[in-house]
RNA sequence: GCGGCCGUAGCUCAGCCAGGUAGAGCACCCGGUUGUGGUCCGGGAUGUCGCGGGUUCAAGUCCCGUCGGUCGCCCCA
């Protein structure tokens, strides 16, 4: 660092997470392995960035994650790599690398890391944000959809977070699927593309999926009248979609029907969904996931169906406002006199923590009130006074800073007293 | 990538319209005589007024640019 340019700043779309932020991430991150962990994920965790062609090939060079917002960059090998923007596509990639589909299937995979994406940054979205999702690969039962759903419905209640269901299918890529209905929305587009509003004529052509994402009042009108996917099903898709519903039903899992549900990536088929929040603003999904039951195959791997979900850490944040987290010291230690009883709190403190019991202390030099206004602060249930007093006999003032109650105790026993 | 608003102490902000030596609250530190916090009282430290340029005798204040944030669009987690 030069003299004269001291001054970073984390670059745009960034941040630093600081505590007492930090720590409810990691609470929140923490109870998202916890509860995935109960139905049978096990954590897996795939390099921060891949090979370009991972991503263009699974999430789809059409789209605007592919199109316009990856960091790639060439490495010193010539190769070109990519942050990853996403995490279904590097799971499935490390799956189909490790044949770990030649295993027992469903295999069950949940994720929490950092992703990347070059957007322009506002409150809910950032260049970096976190992810946490889990991936249920190999099987195509509808009772699959269901239980993921509802998994990803229980974290975010666990965690405080109100969220709305909403719930679509769009099919399969076969023309008696979702590419005849392709082909009956452009003819219906076409006919009006005149009524559209004019940013969204050139997605006619491009992506006309996208054309129900519009806020413009001219083509909301439009697509008023529109052909919707789920009328336009095969016999299959909607036969799985019928389960899916009957399933949540069953769970007690409430949604709500989405038909103009569309996802941003090109891999999903069949099952939709999207949990949106309220408190969010413009960036309203909390998280979202489906079905994407053609994604190993162009990866090149073996037909291999799959459906998983991913969440937004930093919009659950937001969403379930400030929350307590737990406190980790639950013993301060308080020196009163020389240097005698500053050793004598070191090493007391030294012990607690020892004994598996979080404990903290001045070492600052502070008087006898500022230790204790520290150890308000510090979220203490307990302080541990050691004055001339106490050293003389061995013992401990202990006082609960929560009562105020105090008394002495022999210097060994205070981690019995205070243990929770 | 496009448009609106904003950027002053660690935090939240006032001061800007009508240029004249930088403020409040909270937080922080010390103290209110002998060893007791969260309340109260007194005192104290802290600012390249986001950055760069311009106008002016004089710019936190006006103008331009730039960086960053935020809201909307777009997109998505």
Redesign the pocket.
Known sequence: MSEQET?F?A?????DLLPPASLEWRHVMGLAMDVFALSGYDPVETPIFEHTEVFERGVGEA???VGK?MYTFTDRGDRSLTLRP?GTAPVVRAVLEHNLHRGPLPLKLAYAGP?F?Q?????????Q?W?VGIEAIGVDAAALDAEVIELGQRFLRDCGVETTLLLNSIGHLDPDCRGGYLAELRRFLQARRDDLAE?DRD?VDRNPL?TF????RATVAVMKDAPLITDHLCADCDAHFAAVRALLGDLEVPYVLEPRL????DYYTRTAF??VSGEL????????GGRYDGLAESLGGDALPGIGF???I??IVIARGTHEVPRRVHVYVVA??DETAARAALKLATQLRRAGIGADLDLA??????Q??????SGARW?A?L????LASGKA?L?D????D?REVDVDQVAEVVRP
């Open positions: 001054s700043r670059p745009r779309g960034t941040y789209t605007e994650v917002q996403e992703m994406r957007e322009r940054p506002q409150k809910g979205r950032y260049r944000f992810q940013d997605r996208r994402d519009s806020k413009e569309v996802r941003g990536l999207e949990f603003g413009s960036q309203n999904a909390v998280g979202g991913a969440l937004g930093d919009r009163v006199g030099g502070r008087s006898m009130k500022g204790m206004k520290q150890a308000s602060g302080a006074i004055g001339e007093r106490e003032t006082k800073l929560t009562t105020s105090q």
